[in-house]
């Protein structure tokens, strides 16, 4: 038997409460149960207990067996002094804390099909374990969970933006810039796009937003991709040629240093999705003068939005895939697709951890608003969700899924999904069935 699962009877007091006693036959009564807590320390603080007509205010450690007090190291740490009940599956040993003062220890009784089901689930071989039973739940009840699971997600991307935000001094701008170039590589060339933002900032780019052939320039010629032999159908090409002749007049006034060229992977990608027709697409969206997050924070409905990064890529690649060599004529714009990729993942979470910054709770929720205006990811995780009947209406809620998914299905942590905690408790009577699960 697994600790978590018996904090999770302990927190929700699914367990027969007429069978706790102490050692003198007393019973005990518990008040509150403690708050849980994740961290170091005794498993609920706070708690309060009744016994023989007395109060006991404090903690409350829980283990499989308490023999595992001691295996833990528990016995020699002064935090676990405070403990007032050591709450087990089974009693195998007296436990005494670093004062020599003996645990009272209880073991914990609860309806074995409580368990039975709790190992169904994580034993379940399906990724989504509750594939077959999510569909008899009330909507309502999982709309609420997937609500709460959209902003973990966005909450997730917190730390690595902030983190972002203080490398760069305090500058959104420049944060923005980054975050929305490492996602231009679209997981393949994710690590060189990062690279190229890191080796040509944002304030860089800045000075020449009105000129977009320097923007490309810049780009192209930081990218490596202007290394001598790199293309070799290219070494006439005049447009080739004007870039590099740019970029050395740029990379001397700025002293600018390449990324290597050869870091670019084109083998396995659609033509369009090229890091050269990439690379002319970001110049486009960088030519903007007054700043690219500036213009996005002022956007009020998801058409401006996706305005500002539905781009084209410049004349020249409307015949060319690569430098050099010439292909069918069509316009490489960024596409329905990827611009939602850009939103969902770059532009949208960026919006959404400014406003919290800022204690602008508008702003997040535009933040939202903008996701829910968003068509729904096409991927497998979102397929495997419309087999276990659940349906994403759009990017709002195939976020929340695939947060549920990864974070929670993945790792079977049920007793910290509102769901599977509550198709484990199912019959039980609680105070408020909805609110079944494990703070995170």
């Known amino acids: 038997m697994k600790e978590e699962f018996l904090h999770y009877l302990w927190k929700y007091r699914l367990y027969y409460p007429d069978n706790l006693f102490d050692n003198e036959g007393n019973r005990i009564i518990v008040i509150h149960p403690g708050d849980y807590n994740r961290d170091s320390g005794p498993d609920f603080f706070n708690a309060r207990i009744l016994i023989a007509g007395t109060v006991w205010a404090g903690n409350i450690e829980v283990h499989t067996r308490s023999s595992h007090f001691d ?53 379940n071989p399906y990724i989504i374990a509750c594939q077959d039973e999510i569909k008899n739940l009330d909507a309502i009840f999982i709309r609420h969970w997937l609500n709460s699971l959209v902003i973990e997600r966005l909450q997730s991307k917190t730390e690595s933006i902030l983190r972002t935000f203080a490398e760069t001094g305090n500058d959104w701008e420049e944060t923005f810039y980054r975050l929305l170039t490492r996602y231009f590589g679209f997981r393949v060339n994710t690590e060189p ?33 202007l290394e001598e032999a790199l293309f070799k159908e290219a070494v006439s090409d005049p447009y080739y040629l004007r870039l590099i002749m740019e970029y050395r007049i740029l990379s001397a006034k700025y002293s600018l240093k390449p990324i290597h060229g050869r870091g670019w992977k084109f083998s396995r990608l659609r033509p369009v999705n090229f890091p050269t027709v990439r690379i002319s697409q970001l110049a486009a969206m960088l030519a903007v003068t007054g700043g690219l997050f500036s213009r996005v924070l002022e956007a009020t409905d998801i058409r401006q939005i996706k305005d500002v990064f539905d781009v084209t890529a410049s004349q020249y690649w409307n015949n060319h ?100 905690s509550k198709l484990i408790g199912r019959g039980i009577k609680l105070k408020d069935q909805n609110e079944l699960i494990l703070e995170p």
């Open 71 to 123: 295996v833990h190291g528990h016995q020699n740490d002064p935090a676990f002094n405070n403990v007032i009940l050591h709450v087990v599956a089974e009693n195998d040993k007296k436990v005494f804390n670093s004062t020599g003062e003996e645990l009272l220890t209880v073991v914990l009784a609860f309806d074995p099909s409580l368990y039975e089901k709790y190992a169904a689930l994580v034993n």
């Open 193 to 225: 796009f990062e690279m190229l933002a890191t080796a040509i900032p944002f304030r860089i780019i800045r000075k020449h937003a009105d000129n977009r052939f320097q923007i490309e320039a810049l780009l192209f010629g930081t990218a490596g991709m």
């Open 321 to 420: 895939y690569v430098f050099g060599k010439e292909s069918r004529s069509v316009a490489k714009n960024t596409g329905s697709q990827a611009t939602a990729i850009l939103l969902i993942n770059a532009v949208i979470p960026a919006i959404f951890v400014y406003g919290q910054s800022r204690d602008r709770l508008d702003i997040c929720e535009r933040a939202l608003s903008f996701l829910e205006n968003i068509n729904p990811e096409n991927n497998i995780i979102i397929d495997e969700w419309k087999i276990a009947g659940l349906v994403a209406e759009s990017a709002y809620y195939s976020q929340a899924l695939i947060q549920l998914r990864n974070d929670y299905c993945k790792k079977r942590r049920c007793l910290d999904c509102r769901i599977g």
